[in-house]
């Protein structure tokens, strides 16, 4: 009886040794949060989305011409990490071909300035699709870059390309079922991606232990996205406290882009850990 007693307790003990418990709360976490957002019903995209708050056009004929401008700082980002990418980043990785997740990162950081700037010349569903398609690959790249730095280095980076393909797909379903005569748009998955970064980072980073210095760039980087979206949703109030000389969403993406020249600068001035001089 006493020995039958303690099987319980030896299963226990035997998953706690071979069960990552800080992965299962993680993965547990996603999965209420996912379960918060699919028990909604179909999300729309909300028809007043379009409308932005400076439709100001310049002389030379641009429409929403500072929601179109704003974007090119995205360009000059996404090209500044890829340059640090090829010439500051030897010492950077412990792994060469961890570096594909940055290379995905800034490559559509400059798809962003393009298909942002495409979308608010003719702000519609089908151009928001443009925007939207290389924002959802920068923010899956983000996430493989926090599992394979911070969770599991040895397999974090196999999950780019599933978690690229699911940022696609979702997107992809979105303007899909908001085009269809038949269908109610449905952007849950996309909401779930987009936000995936922002909840991820803060578990992740209680979680595990740092294996590379001046990480702290990578969290001012996760400040600036809330920052960023913050300014999109008060982009009617912005306007009207600046004196309608900059709206929220403008903001939006001056601030935004200063988070991949950060992860830029992370990669130029850090080490892996082990190999840091005291």
């Known amino acids: 009886m006493a020995a039958g007693s303690n099987v319980p307790s030896a299963f226990a003990r035997l998953a706690l040794h071979y069960v990552d418990v800080k992965s299962w709360i993680i993965i547990g976490t996603l999965c209420v949060i996912s379960l918060l957002i699919f028990l909604q019903g179909p999300i ?9 708050a400076d439709t100001r056009p310049l002389q030379v004929n641009i429409p929403n ?5 704003s974007n090119v700082p995205f360009f000059f980002a996404g090209l500044y990490g890829l340059w640090v990418l090829m010439h500051y980043s030897n010492d950077a990785f412990e792994i060469a071909k961890h570096r594909a997740a940055y290379w995905v990162l800034f490559s559509s950081t400059c798809f962003v300035a393009v298909g942002s700037a495409y979308y608010h010349l003719w702000p519609t569903m089908e151009t928001l ?7 959802t690959i920068a923010f899956m ?11 599991n280095p040895q397999r974090g980076h196999r999950t780019l390309l599933p978690l690229v393909a699911v940022g696609m797909f979702s997107v992809a379903w979105w303007l899909f079922t908001e085009l269809h005569p038949s269908r109610v748009g ?7 991606v987009q936000c995936s970064p922002v909840l991820l980072t803060p578990m992740i980073v209680c979680f595990y232990p740092d294996r590379y210095t001046h990480t702290f760039y990578m969290h001012i980087t996760t400040g600036l ?12 109030q ?6 309608e000389v900059v709206s929220g969403h403008t903001l939006k993406h001056l601030i935004a882009a200063v988070g991949p020249v950060l992860l830029a600068k992370m990669i130029q001035l850090r080490v892996p850990k082990k190999n840091e001089i005291d």
């Not at 790249?141 to 911070?150: N, R, Y």
């Open 44 to 52: 729309p995209q909300h028809p007043e989305y379009h409308n932005f």
């Open 129 to 135: 699709f443009c925007d939207r398609l290389p924002m």
């Open 225 to 236: 996205y809330i920052a960023a979206k913050i300014a999109e949703v008060l982009d009617r």
């Open 186 to 192: 449905d952007m849950r998955l996309y909401i779930l």
């Open 141 to 151: 790249s983000i996430v493989t870059i926090l599992l394979t730095e911070k969770v």
């Open 238 to 243: 912005i306007f009207g406290w600046t004196g």
């Open 65 to 69: 011409a500072l929601n179109v401008i």
